[in-house]
């Protein structure tokens, strides 16, 4: 919807996604620990659960022109 939203002011946007690729189970070890500490913003720990089955990989089919797969802070893939 943005591209064609953009795309009405004669605008072609070349957006490349970022998709980090990161294991639910490391994201739960993450907010557990976030939690205990002072001053950080508290999430429910079942939050990751539900957040991890909405999760849609990004597709070209967006209007991305390319696509990196991010995991463990390195680009592990590309697709164009």
């Known amino acids: 919807r943005f591209f064609d939203e953009v795309r009405k002011y004669d605008v ?3 957006v490349t996604a970022y998709y ?19 001053g950080e913003l508290y999430l429910p720990e079942e939050v990751v659960f539900s957040y991890n089955e909405k999760i849609i990989k990004p597709e070209l089919t967006e209007g991305f022109v390319k696509i990196n797969i991010v995991k463990d802070g390195t680009i592990v893939n590309t697709i164009e």
């Not at 690729?21 to 739960?28: K, N, S």
């Not at 070890?29 to 205990?36: G, L, P, S, Y």
């Open 12 to 14: 072609n946007p070349t």
């Open 20 to 38: 980090f690729d990161t294991d639910v189970m490391e994201c739960f070890k993450r907010v557990k620990i976030r939690n205990t500490k002072e």
